[in-house]
């Protein structure tokens, strides 16, 4: 359009003869290209970054090691359980998904190094199940310049949620919500008043300690003590003096499972028995081992359900529980269905039917609009996903849980 425009500046300076030769000669060359035949366009759009005829490469940056080494792993195994059964069954659209996953040892600045090099070098389609609100809130900027999808995160921070990030699919429900109930059920179920909040200090504490402090002003409250402690380290001797001197009835804890189990342990140790209740990502199966005969009675709220062995598998709201089950079985025979893995073969199950819904001509843009035209899609957890473009969380429901008889049971159980 410039190069017209410009032409046709020149051509007022020119004589009339060369102008209707120009103009004559140009309707020519339209009449002769007319003529030729129309370019096939290729019915596959430009390849997308991780894509070929045979494979999708999703890049996953993780705990795998250290103190939340458990939680990476179990993550990873339960959607590895789910996306190896896909493989094994011919892939998605005849492609099959590998999953390239580095370890970060929940360490932000590792995490992104991690991420930098899945962009850069190893140029995946998506990135996938990443653990944790510091380490995941430190690669925000790489995922808006890259425009890369990261489905599945293993936070319920509230920064990754509000304003809706397009890049971002979160499938669990918030830590707000976790706290929320919480708070409502330690106020108006139990009559507690006194509440206190033992917090990781860092962005995930940071996140839950808000949620708490939002849900006890909603009953005129607010935290009568809170206490801390360094991400990667168990330093929970003051933190607990803070909570016990203030006399709480019952802690909000918002950790990881050693330093919490340490807390519990000596808090009972010197005599001090208030409500424990956790949120989920303290990785409840691993916080009960630790703590032993001293778990009953400990709440942790969930946001998947029970991982039973024993759930429905002919065709009952918890099919999903059943299959995952059943594949971890499979693929990760020296595993115990537990809560984390569970949460990550529904991750896997989201990011497969977004592939599906895609169809075979995958792109980034594409893979997300077609995860934001999911309205209710049953998953088998009798909790039915749901997004849109404005809201890019799937999974809204908090399950109550404590330990009991050897066990997490829901509390009407």
């Not at 843009?365 to 077609?370: D, G, L, P, T, V």
């Amino acid at each position: 359009m410039c190069n017209l425009m410009t032409n046709q500046h020149r051509k007022r300076q020119q004589p009339a003869t060369l102008v209707r030769l120009e103009t004559l000669l140009f309707l020519v060359a339209i009449a002769i290209a007319g003529c030729q035949p129309a370019p096939q366009r290729d019915a596959i759009h430009p390849p997308s970054p991780g894509v070929n005829s045979n494979e999708i490469l999703i890049g996953a940056s993780l705990a795998l090691e250290g103190h939340a080494g458990y939680l990476g792993t179990q993550i990873l195994h339960g959607a590895m359980s789910y996306i190896r059964h896909i493989n094994a069954n011919g892939g998605v659209h005849g492609r099959r998904i590998r999953v390239i996953a580095y370890d970060d040892g929940y360490d932000p600045p590792r995490c992104l190094y991690n991420t930098q090099r899945l962009l850069i070098e190893d140029n995946v389609f998506a990135l996938f199940c990443y653990v944790g609100t510091p380490t995941t809130l430190k690669i925000i900027p790489l995922i808006n310049e890259a425009r890369i999808p990261l489905v599945g995160m293993f936070t319920g921070a509230n920064a990754l949620r509000d304003p809706v990030n397009r890049y971002l699919v979160n499938i669990r429900a918030s830590y707000y919500q976790e706290t929320g109930a919480t708070v409502r059920y330690l106020v108006e179920d139990l009559g507690i008043r006194r509440i206190g909040v033992f917090y990781q200090y860092d962005t995930y504490g940071f996140d839950g300690l808000r949620g708490t402090e939002l849900a006890l002003r909603r009953y005129n409250l607010f935290p009568v003590a809170t206490g801390t402690y360094i991400r990667g380290t168990l330093a929970v001797e003051e933190g607990l003096q803070r909570i016990m001197d203030a006399k709480a009835e019952a802690v909000v804890m918002i950790g990881t499972y050693e330093p919490c189990a340490k807390f519990i342990r000596q808090a009972k140790s010197r005599g001090y028995h208030p409500v424990f209740s956790n949120v989920s990502f303290v990785g409840a199966d691993e916080l009960a081992r630790i703590l032993g005969d001293q778990a009953e009675g400990v709440i942790v709220t969930q946001v998947v359900p029970l991982p039973n062995a024993d759930a429905d598998a002919d065709g009952g709201n918890l099919w999903g529980v059943a299959e995952y089950v059943r594949l971890l079985k499979q693929y990760y025979p020296q595993d115990i269905p537990n809560f984390v893995s569970l949460e990550g073969y529904l991750n896997a199950r989201v990011l497969v039917e977004g592939l599906r819904r895609t169809g075979a001509n995958l792109t980034r843009e594409r893979f997300i609009a077609s995860l934001e035209s999911v309205r209710t899609y049953d998953l088998g957890i009798d909790n039915a996903l749901a997004f849109s473009a404005r809201d890019h969380q799937g999974l809204d429901r908090v399950y109550f849980t404590h330990f009991k008889d050897g066990r997490f049971v829901l509390f009407n159980e």
